[in-house]
């Protein structure tokens, strides 16, 4: 069974640039897999960031994009913000409705 | 606006049956240009997709995670606007919170709408 790979954590420093990664375990993620990204804070449901690889939900800052960077789905987030720190799942869709989740990277702003 | 509510028993003993339900409001779970899921996150880990429902045609459609769908069954009510999950056999590893949440775009491919969550705990 294909897994969805996240980094399980990333660090970033207030105002700076980082970029989170989702990648299959085997193959490649295109457009195709229609990847979006969720934030999650920590007793709350998953906020909606990015869908259709690069879309920003309603009301989601400008700071954070999405795009394919060579294999992998990536979401960036540029100038972080002290708020920023959370956990980010990706969902891929695997076609056949299956859809798949990574296992998300924790995100620490310090 | 699009509101989501899980609702069901807090603890369940193995090896019974889990049942939950989402309630849908600001929106009809009969329309065919969404999908609605189950996802749940057991403690200290991530997001599991659990399964999806479909309602076209008058008929509804189930899709399930092959890993769960031998002890998952996910049925929706047009008449209460309302759909719900069946876990069978339910062991400590079912323990996690349980959203419902709405698919939408192209192949249903992302989550845009999200219930606050249902906390089941699988216990003797």
């Known amino acids: 069974q294909t897994v969805v790979t996240q980094e399980p954590s990333l660090s970033v420093s207030p105002g700076g640039t980082v970029t989170l990664t989702c990648g299959l375990s085997?193959?490649?993620?295109?457009?195709?897999?229609?990847p979006s990204w969720y934030q999650q804070t920590p007793g709350q449901p998953p906020r909606t960031l990015i869908y259709?690889?690069?879309i920003r939900s309603s009301g989601v800052p400008g700071r954070f994009s999405g795009s394919i960077l060579g294999n992998k789905a990536a979401l960036t987030i540029t100038g972080a913000q002290a708020d920023d720190e959370s956990d980010y799942y990706c969902?891929?869709?695997?076609?056949?409705?299956?859809?798949?989740f990574g296992g998300g990277t924790k995100l620490t702003v310090l | 606006q699009m509101q989501l509510q899980e609702s069901g028993p807090g603890l369940v003993k193995p090896p019974e049956t889990l049942s939950l339900t989402c309630t849908v409001s600001g929106g009809s779970i009969s329309s065919s240009s969404y999908y609605w899921g189950w996802i749940r996150q057991p403690p200290g880990k991530g997001l599991q997709w659990i399964g999806s429902?479909?309602?076209?045609?008058?008929?509804?459609?189930?899709y399930y995670n092959p890993s769960l769908k031998r002890r998952v069954t996910m049925s929706l009510d047009t008449s209460k606007n309302q759909y719900s999950l069946k876990v069978r056999s339910v062991t400590a590893a079912d323990t996690a919170v349980y959203y419902c949440?709405?698919?939408?775009?192209?192949?249903?491919?992302?989550?845009?709408?999200w219930g606050q969550g249902a906390r089941v705990t699988v216990s003797s």
């Open positions: 969902v891929l869709y695997m076609g056949g409705d299956i859809w798949v």
């Open positions: 259709t690889t690069n």
């Open positions: 429902l479909h309602y076209s045609g008058s008929t509804s459609y189930t």
């Open positions: 949440a709405r698919q939408s775009g192209d192949y249903w491919a992302y989550f845009d709408s």
């Open positions: 085997s193959g490649s993620v295109s457009t195709g897999y229609y």
